[in-house]
């Protein structure tokens, strides 16, 4: 259930019976010689919206620019500050959290977002618990990386093997094919399988992995395969959300 399709009514019944929320974040970042630049902001609202509609939740307009300083030295390519982003998702939390939601879960789809969501948690529960007034409900807030889940896992090691890698991975590259079939291409890659290894800022990045991709093969990917990568995400996302958001 979108959040933007909803009307207020609907949102003061809702609150009535559950406080939970699901907020997808993502990127706009380069994702090698063929994935899309909004990958990770594409897959993580796909499977937000699947997920809330499972479970019968609210799902909040996605976060569609995340912290991805290091992919800066390829066109397209977009960040804010992790500043920027700490102060972004505390103040959209705590608009939600004045009508009453208490539960806020974030599915991530850009791993470069997690150090800095994970700090806006603390900014939160900091400015939270040094408030005067005590006696309102805690909040809750968590980030699951969808690609993190236990099916999905042992799905991507089946499908890709060592082919899987750590970005432009055919396993998201498969969910965007899934969700946009128009936008499929397959190019040659050399060498077929990226280097893998660390970066620093954005030059270190382009000098490291110098057509974008770490350790993957996306030429592996294809829409059946992202169907399945989006079906099992869904339940395994939808079930961590039912345990998680009822404690
Ligand atoms: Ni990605």
Not at 128 to 156: D, H, T, Y
Request: with cysteine; net charge neutral; hydrophobic share 35%.
């Amino acid at each position: 259930m979108q959040l933007q399709l909803k009307t207020w009514q609907f949102v003061e019944e809702y609150l009535k019976s559950r406080t939970g929320i699901i907020i997808p974040i993502g990127s706009t970042e380069q994702h090698g010689p063929t994935g899309l630049i909004g990958t990770d902001a594409l897959t993580a609202e796909m499977i937000g919206r699947g997920v809330g509609e499972k479970v019968g939740a609210l799902v909040a307009p996605t976060i569609p620019v995340g912290m991805a300083q290091h992919h800066l030295a390829f066109p397209g390519s977009m960040t804010v500050r992790p500043s920027t982003l700490i102060a972004l998702i505390r103040d959209q939390v705590m608009s939600l959290a004045r009508h009453g939601f208490t539960r806020f879960y974030f599915i991530n789809g850009h791993g470069g977002n997690v150090a800095t969501v994970t700090a806006s948690f603390s900014e939160i529960y900091a400015e939270r618990s040094m408030e005067r007034l005590s006696n309102q409900p805690s909040i809750k807030c968590v980030l699951r990386n969808w690609w993190e889940s236990a099916g999905i896992k042992s799905l991507s090691r089946e499908l890709y093997g060592n082919a899987e890698g750590s970005h432009a991975t055919p396993s998201e590259v498969a969910l965007t094919w899934y969700g946009y079939p128009q936008t499929m291409q397959q190019k040659p890659m050399e060498p077929r399988i990226a280097p893998t290894g660390g970066f620093a800022d954005a030059e270190d990045y382009r000098r490291n992995f110098p057509d974008g991709r770490i350790g993957s093969d996306p030429n592996l990917a294809t829409p059946e395969h992202g169907k399945r990568i989006y079906e099992t995400a869904v339940a395994d996302v939808a079930r961590d959300y039912e345990a998680w958001v009822s404690r």
